[in-house]
């Protein structure tokens, strides 16, 4: 499966994007789906996840620190993309976001070692 992720770009503080990731070369709708980012220095961290089965989804949630209410994570299967939309953006959101595919039979979304496959990143640009 190859996945490309798009939609990246500089926004100020407050503003939006929606980031998309097609993928290709196998069947989309096999797979758990998730997003991940990276800021300069830090490590990989999960950001949403979609299952293939009930399209339950997750989100980074930490205290003082959340993306859940401002992001959606969504997919459709007909045009093999998942998408996050995220609204509400700070400039503490600041980095390369990667989306990823993973089998659907293990649990452990927030996890990179669930992905199978990953894309080559999007940056994301938040200015306050």
């Known amino acids: 499966v190859q996945l490309q992720a798009s939609g990246g770009g500089l926004v100020q503080a407050g503003g939006s994007l929606r980031l998309s990731c097609a993928a290709s070369?196998?069947?989309?709708?096999?797979?758990?789906l998730g997003w991940f980012r990276q800021a300069p220095g830090k490590e990989r961290e999960f950001v949403a996840a979609?299952?293939?089965?009930?399209?339950?989804?997750?989100?980074?949630?930490e205290y003082g620190d959340s993306v859940k209410g401002r992001f959606t994570i969504s997919r459709e299967n007909a045009k093999n993309t998942v998408y996050l939309q995220m609204n509400g953006l700070k400039p503490e959101d600041t980095a390369v976001y990667y989306c990823?595919?993973?089998?659907?039979?293990?649990?452990?979304?927030?996890?990179?070692?669930?992905?199978?496959?990953w894309g080559q990143g999007t940056q994301v640009t938040v200015s306050s």
């Open positions: 070369g196998g069947t989309f709708s096999n797979y758990d």
């Open positions: 990823a595919a993973g089998p659907s039979y293990s649990g452990g979304y927030r996890y990179p070692g669930k992905y199978d496959y």
């Open positions: 979609i299952t293939r089965r009930s399209g339950r989804t997750y989100y980074f949630e």
